[in-house]
């Protein structure tokens, strides 16, 4: 699929810059994770959320639709000894787990890729318990040098309608910088 990441790039996702602008242990705290959840990141990539946020749960389960990803992820995974990290290969489109599996869900740099995006919205809040919370990371819908292309980027707004549309409620929606917005959005019903 055109919009998807290329698993060539994957060192992009770890870069320094990235990190320092969007501190990944800074941004979790968003999603007041208890030490009894279990936290669903959707296309996982390098782990960039997985890592932290395994420290803080009893379970993250990492998606994603790379094999390549995946391997690249069990890696860091054994020489951490992490031990509380199911990996699984699938498409948010279609996620292949049950019903109210996570407390948590976290979709950081992945929503824009997702076709049809109703499909996806809908397969997260089948995931999610009710009351759960999502912890979206994007690029703003503007040119610019970084990024996917401006056809593949949603716009806050548009994309904040849309979680609302689909038995989500806004908590924040916030700008950590010019190129990126979060949304934290928790499940109704």
Known sequence: MEKRFNPEHAAKLDNPERRKELPPENILTMLDIQTSDTVLD???GT??????ASKLCRKVIALDVATQMLEYLQEKI???????VELVRGEIEQIPL??????HVIASFVIHEVDPLESGLKEI???LKPEGKVLCVEWEKKDM???????????????SRSFEEHGFSVEQL???SEQHYIIIARRRG
């Not at 054994?78 to 509380?84: P, Y």
């Not at 049950?98 to 407390?103: F, I, N, P, S, V």
Request: glycine share 12%; charged share 15%.
């Open 42 to 44: 959707l296309g996982a």
């Open 47 to 52: 782990g960039y959320f997985t890592l932290p």
């Open 78 to 84: 054994s020489e951490q000894g992490i031990a509380n």
């Open 98 to 103: 049950e019903a109210h599996t996570a407390d």
């Open 125 to 127: 809040h089948r995931v």
């Open 145 to 159: 040098e970084q990024g996917p292309p401006l056809h593949h980027r949603l716009h806050s707004g548009d994309l």
């Open 174 to 176: 916030s700008f950590p």
